[in-house]
């Protein structure tokens, strides 16, 4: 018996979830700043100044997120008396339409001929982009662009972008914090230690447990902070995972057709090279690992922790309605 899928439940579940989960990193922050005053005994200061760390990084990716993505993978606007980038353009216009959006998102090229590969961002519907490759533009017909443009439109539509988008602000505010406390504490073990064993005996004492103090509270900064960075990293690799199948199923949805999209996805397997332009922070976005890491592509439980992407062979075996193992066997050369 077949399963009929409510994808305005999922999206209307997918909001609920970015609720959630932005309410669990900002307690996390929370708790992270409270431990460190509870530990030294200096309530509220560190509860608020990481509050306040990982509000600053929401607002700075909510108001200027999209263009930060765009200059880091040094993408650039569609050029209008190019023909594959304005067939490109009539494509996101037309399924724009029919997914029932008010406003076509942006259109934007990554130079890249030995890479195929696209990506979404954007903070909301209305000021949203659509990113690919120039190698996309030349080594995919126009069924297989449409997969591609239904699988990031359904990122889109489902608030997907704005999920990811807030979620690695909030991770990004506790790697800054762990960042800051490691270099700190490596700087005032490195110089303040000095500084102590430089001083008169008479003061010697009082001196060591002074820097033996800071050097206990930065690593214990240092230390949750790497706790923290830790849970919140895999929550964002499993948000990142769980919503790439669903993106697939959408784009199905969207074009009537799992045929573009999974031969899309096979071009990526067997054409496709590594994004030199690409970064650990932005590869989630993208519909396939543009960094090409084997790890994505393996089922193994430590994969399924530390993956950015579902295995595509299992992807392609979905869409092809085939098994995982002769869809892996059928790539084995490439992944």
Request: hydrophobic share 50%; proline share 2%; net charge positive.
């Amino acid at each position: 018996m077949a399963v009929t899928v409510d994808f305005y439940e999922q999206g209307r579940k997918n909001v609920r979830k970015t609720i959630g989960l932005v309410m669990v990193f900002l307690v996390m922050m929370f708790a992270f700043g409270l431990i460190i005053d509870l530990i030294f005994g200096i309530l509220p200061i560190f509860t608020l100044v990481f509050l306040a760390v990982a509000l600053i990084q929401l607002l700075i990716s909510l108001s200027s997120g999209k263009e930060i993505v765009l200059r880091s993978v040094k993408a650039r606007e569609i050029r209008s008396d190019d023909l594959e980038e304005k067939q490109l353009k009539n494509i996101v216009e037309e399924l724009s339409l029919a997914v029932g959006m008010s406003k076509p998102p942006e259109v934007y090229v990554i130079d890249d001929d030995t890479v195929i590969n696209a990506f979404a961002t954007g903070r909301k519907t209305e000021d949203s982009v659509i990113c690919v490759t120039s190698g996309l533009l030349k080594n995919l017909d126009r069924e297989e662009t449409s997969g591609v443009v239904g699988h990031e439109l359904s990122h889109i539509v489902n608030r997907d972008v704005l999920l990811m988008t807030l979620i690695s602000a909030l991770l990004g505010a506790v790697v800054i914090i762990q960042i800051l406390a490691f270099r700190a504490l490596i700087t005032y073990a490195r110089f303040g230690a000095f500084g102590a064993a430089t001083r008169s005996r008479r003061s010697s004492k009082k001196g060591d447990n002074s820097t033996l103090a800071i050097l206990a509270f930065l690593a214990a900064v240092a230390g949750i902070g790497t706790l923290f960075s830790f849970i919140g990293r895999l929550s964002l690799l499993a948000v990142s995972r769980t919503r790439e199948y669903f993106a697939d199923a959408r784009a199905v949805e969207f074009t009537r057709n799992p045929v573009g999209l999974s031969r899309a996805l096979r071009k990526i397997v067997t054409n496709s090279g590594k994004l030199k332009s690409a970064n650990i922070a932005t590869a989630h976005l993208f519909i396939s690992d543009p960094l090409k890491r084997k790890i994505n592509n393996s089922s193994s439980f430590f994969a399924s922790l530390w993956s950015t992407h579902p295995p595509i062979a299992m992807r392609i075996s979905i869409l092809e309605n085939r098994s995982y193992q002769e869809v892996r066997d059928e790539f084995s050369k490439y992944l």
